[in-house]
């Protein structure tokens, strides 16, 4: 199979490269002290759908997420390093994100990268999770990796190749691509 080509792909940050299920459930667990809840159990991308866990909270826990990545905890997803850390030898890395402010994840970004791949990011902080197409178009890109399932579905239409980050809220029945981790990323795009 032709691999992909490094300049032509692109990422987002939350459920992508950052662990951001993981910490949300640690912050409930740690602060709030509610263990009841697990990964498997955020089945939509609507936190609030899905758990029986307060609006207010919920909010709390992702405006700190936001704003404040690095105090939180938040953790890159297995791998996720190592393989952008391969990814900067050959291109720029694309980080698309809706998040509304780029500066706190560009310092966590800045954090976890080794300063030569920091310096190949190109970051764009949308402040919406709609639209991203024009955003990928833009950067010249063709793949998009991420975990929204509308999103992915929304770039399919819009002529973008999305490839679906597994996670326990995108797996209902979708026909498109998908990816389970970061090593098979780089199978895709490297020999
Ligand atoms: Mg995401």
Redesign the pocket.
């Known amino acids: 199979m032709t691999k992909i080509n490094p300049a032509l792909i692109g990422f ?5 490269v950052a662990d ?1 299920g993981s910490a949300f459930i640690r912050i409930v667990n740690e602060e709030y002290g509610i263990n009841s809840i697990t990964l498997d159990d955020i089945t939509s991308f609507e936190v609030v759908d899905c758990l029986d866990v307060d609006q207010g909270i919920i909010e709390e826990v992702f405006a700190r997420l936001l704003d404040e990545p690095l105090a939180t905890g938040l953790q890159p997803m297995k791998d996720a390093i190592s393989v952008l850390h391969r990814f900067a030898e050959e291109a720029h890395l694309t980080f698309i ?2 998040r509304p402010h780029g500066e706190p994840i560009a310092r966590w970004l800045k954090h976890f990268l080794q300063p030569a791949a920091f310096e190949k990011i190109r970051l764009v902080a949308m402040g919406a999770h709609d639209n991203k197409t024009s955003y990928i178009k833009d950067m010249g890109l063709k793949y998009f990796v ?3 399932l509308q999103t992915c579905q929304m770039l399919a239409r819009e002529g973008i190749k999305p490839l679906v980050y597994n996670q326990p809220w995108n797996k209902n029945g979708h026909g498109l691509p998908t990816v389970n981790d970061w090593r098979s990323i780089h199978a895709l795009c490297f020999d």
Request: aromatic share 0%; proline share 0%; charged share 45%.
């Open positions: 987002d940050i939350d459920g992508v951001t994100t809706a991420d975990d929204r």
